[in-house]
C-alpha cells in the first residue's frame, strides 16, 4: 500500500468519525464567542479590558494587578486576576458587573460565525437539544441570541458566567449545570468550543468535544491541547447534518 493511499484512507476515516461525532449527538453544547459569534468584533476586548483596568485604578487598587495584567488583552484574565486576591468580595462583584454590560454593549456590533446561525437551526430541527455554555455573561448570550431570532432555539437553557469566577471554564460547571437541567447522558452530548479552555472543561464533564477554529492558531492551540476533532468552518458541520459529503 503507497503512503498516498495510506493517507488517503487516513483521512477517510477521520471524516467518517467526525461525522459519527456530530450526527450522534442528542445533546449540543455551545460555546458562546466563538461557535456562535464574534462577540467583539467591533467593541474590541482590549477595550474592555482597559476600561476594567481603569475603574480599578478609580478605586485606588492600582496596585492590586501587575504591569502584565494591566496590559492584558482580555477582560476575563483582568477579572480572574482581581479574583485571586479578593475571591467573593464586593470588589470582583462590582468588576464583574461592569464587565457584564460592556459585554452587552458588544453584542450590537457582534459579527456572527459564519454558518453559526443554519447549523444552530439544523440541529434544532433534526432534534438534538441545544445549551450555551460558556464564560460570558448569560445575559449577553441571551441577548444576542434574541437578536438574530435564535432564543427558542436554547431556552431555557443557557448557562454562563456566575458572580463565583472559581466555576469559569475549564471548570465544568456550566456543562455540568447544562447536562442536569437537560437530563442529558454527557457520552451522548458535544460541546463545541474555540479554546482549550472549552476542551478541557468538556473533558472533565465527560462530554465529547468539536472544536472551531477560525485560524490556524487557534486550530494549533486545540490541536496542541489534544482536540481530536477541528474544524476550520461550521459550514463542515453543516454538510454533516444535512447528510452531504
Sequence with gaps: ???????????????????????????????????????????????????LVEWLERQGMRGLLTSEEREHPDPLEVLHAVDRRRPRSDLVTE????FTQQELKAVDKAWP????????RTWRAVGARLAITTNNSPLTAARYLNSRGLAECF???????????????????????????LGADPAKALMIGDTPSDLYAAERAGVPFLG???????????QDAGAEHVVASLKTVLRMLRGQT
Excluded at 468588576?95 to 461592569?98: D, N, Q, S, T, V
Aim: aromatic share 6%; proline share 4%.
Design 155 to 181: 431556552a431555557p437553557h443557557i448557562y454562563g458566567r456566575t458572580e463565583d469566577l472559581r466555576h469559569l471554564k475549564p471548570d465544568p460547571n456550566c456543562l455540568n449545570r447544562a447536562l442536569n437541567a
Design 95 to 98: 468588576l464583574e458587573a461592569r
Design 1 to 51: 500500500m503507497t503512503s498516498d493511499t495510506t493517507q488517503t484512507d487516513a483521512v477517510a476515516t477521520q471524516t467518517e468519525n467526525l461525522r459519527d461525532t456530530i450526527t450522534r449527538a442528542r445533546f449540543v453544547l455551545f460555546d458562546f464567542d466563538g461557535p456562535v459569534c464574534r462577540l467583539y468584533a467591533g467593541h474590541a476586548a482590549e477595550t474592555v479590558a482597559r476600561d
Design 212 to 222: 472551531y477554529a477560525r485560524n490556524e492558531a487557534k486550530r494549533k492551540l486545540l
Design 113 to 120: 460565525t459564519a454558518y453559526a446561525d443554519a447549523v444552530i
